[in-house]
Structures are given as structure tokens and as C-alpha cells.
Nanobody
Framework: QVQLVESGGGLVQAGGSLRLSCAATGSIVSINAMAWYRQAPGKHRELVANISSSGATNYADSVKDRFTISRDSAKNMVYLQMTSLKPEDTAVYYC???????????????WGRGTRVTVSS
């Protein structure tokens, strides 16, 4: 069974940085796109950034020039480097993998359980 496990969340002051990591496990053969989403209290889950299998990236306007998504396909890892953090970045951050092939199985979408990021003012 495929699992995504996030790490790296925590409490940071405004202006600080954090690096989130997400490890995909479970006899994975290939993963198409990977992404980070976030959900702030009382708000809908929103896309933060995604990265295709070829490395093309896309960012929400609110995080452009501050966050960087990257992946290590050989290790089935995706990262989110967050800089110049703002209180409005406070949320639970979720890792997402699209079209995962593992063994003889294919998973159209897999989600992690999330890691909490709190930015204090």
C-alpha cells in the first residue's frame, strides 16, 4: 500500500524558514505529479505548489518567490522550501501524489496526513 509521510512542520517566527519533506513508500514504480496543499483553520484546502514528473513547477500566487518545490524521483521524495514565512502561511500542509504506480496497482491520487506549520507574528 502506498503511503505519503510528511515531516518538517513546526512553529516559526514571521520571516523565518522551514523545509517540509514528504516520503512516498510502498513498492513504488512511478509517480506522475506531486504537490503540496494546505488548509488553514476555517478555510478550504488549497494548492500551494506542484511539480510534474519532468520537473515543471506551478505555484499559488500567494507563495510565489517565497516557496520552492522540488522532488527527488529516485527517492520518491518531494520537498517544500518555505522562506519569508508570514502568519497567513499558518496551516496544515498536505503532500499529494498523482497517478502512482506501485507493484501491480495504480492509485490515481494519494494524500499524506499532513504536517502543521504555525507562523507567529
Amino acid at each position: 500500500q502506498v503511503q505519503l509521510v510528511e515531516s518538517g512542520g513546526g512553529l516559526v517566527q514571521a520571516g523565518g524558514s522551514l523545509r517540509l519533506s514528504c516520503a512516498a513508500t510502498g513498492s513504488i514504480v512511478s509517480i506522475n505529479a506531486m504537490a503540496w496543499y494546505r488548509q488553514a483553520p476555517g478555510k478550504h484546502r488549497e494548492l500551494v505548489a506542484n511539480i510534474s514528473s519532468s520537473g515543471a513547477t506551478n505555484y499559488a500566487d500567494s507563495v510565489k518567490d517565497r516557496f520552492t518545490i522540488s522532488r527527488d524521483s529516485a527517492k520518491n521524495m518531494v520537498y517544500l522550501q518555505m522562506t519569508s514565512l508570514k502568519p497567513e502561511d499558518t496551516a496544515v500542509y498536505y503532500c499529494n501524489a498523482d497517478d502512482v504506480r506501485a507493484g501491480r496497482h495504480r492509485y490515481l491520487e494519494v494524500w499524506g496526513r499532513g504536517t502543521r506549520v504555525t507562523v507567529s507574528s
